[in-house]
T-cell receptor, first 113, second 115 residues
Framework: TQLLEQSPQFLSIQEGENLTVYCNSSSVFSSLQWYRQEPGEGPVLLVTVVTGGEVKKLKRLTFQFGDARKDSSLHITAAQPGDTGLYLCAGVRSGGSNYKLTFGKGTLLTVNP | ETGVTQTPRHLVMGMTNKKSLKCEQHLGHNAMYWYKQSAKKPLELMFVYNFKEQTENNSVPSRFSPECPNSSHLFLHLHTLQPEDSALYLC??????????????FGPGTRLTVL
């Protein structure tokens, strides 16, 4: 059983469309992060959310942390080809080791011109 | 150099070879990590070093041996690997491993192929 379930696993859309990807768990997290990974590179941190219900915006990307701190979503408005990549959510479990960051499998997003 | 660097970027080795992966961080961080990324699996944490001390060994086989001589450098020594060890090996660093945020900064990875 995956601790962090990401959906969808794959997403292929046209430039200009909007999309939402999800990161869900039955466990509570003290913080949750979103990363983007491009082919042949390591993940790059996009945002960290720590408060239940928190919403953070990064240009066309909107991140939300669920009220119960068990889930998160990433919404992209007017997607561009440069948004293509693997989107990973990761979190520190409440009561768990602060050294351990638990990762989901990721959503592979392709934005076609 | 800035951020986290890893060498080599690509490595092909036989099952009887011995090789080492190197990671260096230029961020002034105190915690460093090794992860394994395989297809269709989430990132798997292998080892954590905090202030040069190993604080996590996630049941990693002994054919993988980490070394952290100082807070800026991390090595992963490899010997008698198996083909299923082929993967992208990622190094990361964070300010330290004790904060609840644990924001990690990753290197580009070493793509390892074991023949």
């Amino acid at each position: 059983t995956q601790l962090l379930e990401q959906s969808p696993q794959f997403l292929s859309i046209q430039e200009g469309e909007n999309l939402t990807v999800y990161c869900n768990s039955s466990s509570v997290f003290s913080s949750l992060q979103w990363y983007r990974q491009e082919p042949g590179e390591g993940p790059v941190l996009l945002v960290t959310v720590v408060t239940g219900g928190e919403v953070k915006k990064l240009k066309r990307l909107t991140f939300q942390f669920g009220d119960a701190r068990k889930d998160s979503s990433l919404h992209i408005t007017a997607a561009q080809p440069g948004d293509t990549g693997l989107y990973l959510c990761a979190g520190v479990r409440s009561g768990g080791s602060n050294y351990k960051l638990t990762f989901g499998k990721g959503t592979l997003l392709t934005v076609n011109p | 150099e800035t951020g986290v660097t890893q060498t080599p970027r690509h490595l092909v080795m036989g099952m009887t070879n011995k090789k080492s992966l190197k990671c260096e961080q230029h961020l002034g961080h105190n915690a460093m990590y090794w992860y394994k990324q395989s297809a269709k699996k989430p990132l798997e944490l292998m080892f954590v070093y905090n202030f040069k001390e190993q604080t996590e060994n996630n049941s990693v086989p002994s054919r993988f041996s980490p070394e952290c001589p100082n807070s800026s450098h991390l090595f992963l020594h490899l010997h008698t690997l198996q083909p299923e060890d082929s993967a992208l090996y990622l190094c990361a660093s964070s300010q330290d491993g004790r904060g609840s945020y644990n924001e990690q900064f990753f290197g580009p990875g070493t793509r390892l192929t074991v023949l």
